[in-house]
């Protein structure tokens, strides 16, 4: 008999703990810490995104455009590099970039480390190369010192890019509303909740899914309906999308799907800043994408749960 209530409770506290422990079937998947990084190179990384150094004239850092305390992105509808030049693009945030399967709304890099060394020699962004950069900071000993205790090489542009991907791999959101429900808290509420049941029945969740409601296929802009000829003005080199990596006709305005987690706090949108609001970006999306015009109700209810996405960062609290 003892043993029988012994094995009750074994039991019970088992299906218990797999309760707490398991995560709801669904499209989107709670976003997760990479526990691999090394925290000496998080921390280099950290210093070099915040390293003015970094650009041509000392005026820029990564930081200065992926702004950290504000969501890991500008506000603007395209960002300025060095010398007040325009990029012609918006930035997006840096925040639970680990989960893209490629960077940059073309996918033209296809790491972490490759995409760091784009903003570097972009002469829109920070107009600098590896040269000026490296000898820079080759004549500060403890920049120097950093570089040493980490790696054999020292100070290099490939080390620069590694150190950097890695404290971008630390910039996750985590224990997001939307997270906590998945794992079988009760916390959304029905505004939510509907939010979320319009987000799969209209079909966004096609193309924006996985952990990070986005960022693992590339879509086609304007798929039920010309976006471009309907916004009007000249059609931008950025507007081209995915064309400008393969040069192939049919991928003319094919964009990396961008990641949702964070859209709550980071208008404007789009690739070309055009939706200022987040209710605008999601009417825009039910025309242009799904052929639908949903009621303003409607979009209140995706744009709650939108907001529910959006995680925690010692560097960001929203
Ligand atoms: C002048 C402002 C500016 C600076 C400085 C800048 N970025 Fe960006 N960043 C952008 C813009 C604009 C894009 C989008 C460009 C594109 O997709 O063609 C971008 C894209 C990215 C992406 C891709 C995110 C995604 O979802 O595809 C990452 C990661 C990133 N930047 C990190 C960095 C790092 C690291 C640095 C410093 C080495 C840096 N940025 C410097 C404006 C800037
Ligand atoms: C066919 C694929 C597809 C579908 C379906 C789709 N989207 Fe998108 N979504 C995209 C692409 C591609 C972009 C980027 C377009 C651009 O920048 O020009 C985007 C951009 C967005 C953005 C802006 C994000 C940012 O950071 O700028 C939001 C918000 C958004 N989608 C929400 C939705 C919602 C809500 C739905 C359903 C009503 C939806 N999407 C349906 C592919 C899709």
Request: charged share 20%; glycine share 12%.
């Amino acid at each position: 008999m003892h043993n029988y209530l012994k094995l009750l409770l074994f039991l019970l506290i088992m299906s218990s703990d797999a309760l707490a422990g398991g995560v709801k079937n669904e499209p989107i998947q709670p976003l997760t810490a990479d526990h691999d990084l090394d925290p000496k190179l998080v921390a280099l990384g950290d210093r070099l995104f915040h390293d003015r150094r970094l650009s041509q004239d000392n005026s820029l850092s990564c930081g200065g455009c992926h702004v950290l305390s504000a969501g890991g992105a500008d506000g603007k509808a395209e960002s300025v590099g060095v010398g007040g030049a325009i990029g012609g693009i918006k930035a997006p945030t840096v925040y639970n970039t680990r989960f893209n399967f490629v960077q940059f709304w073309d996918g033209r890099a296809p790491t972490l480390e490759a995409q760091a060394a784009g903003p570097v020699h972009n002469p829109v962004e920070m107009n600098s190369n590896w040269g000026e950069v490296v000898s820079k900071l080759g004549n500060d000993p403890s920049m120097v010192a950093d570089f040493y205790a980490l790696f054999e090489d020292g100070v290099t542009g490939k080390n620069i890019t590694i150190a950097i991907a890695d404290f971008e791999r630390s910039l996750v959101m985590l224990n997001s509303r939307f997270d906590r429900w998945l794992r079988g808290r009760d916390v959304l509420n029905e505004q939510e909740l509907r939010g979320y049941r319009l987000f799969k029945s209209y079909g966004c969740i096609s193309c924006h899914q996985g952990a990070n409601a986005g960022g693992n296929m590339y879509g086609f802009m304007g798929a039920m309906g010309d976006y471009f000829e309907d916004r009007q003005g000249e059609i931008t080199p950025a507007d081209l999308g995915r064309y400008n990596v393969t040069q192939r006709t049919e991928d003319k305005h094919y964009f990396k799907v961008p990641g949702l987690r964070l859209a709550a706090v980071n208008p404007p949108y789009f690739h070309d800043g055009s939706a200022k609001t987040l209710n605008d970006a999601v009417r825009v999306m039910g025309r242009y994408q799904l052929g639908r015009e949903i009621s303003d109700d409607g979009i209140e209810d995706i744009v709650a749960f939108l907001f529910s996405l959006v995680g925690e960062h010692v560097r960001f609290k929203p």
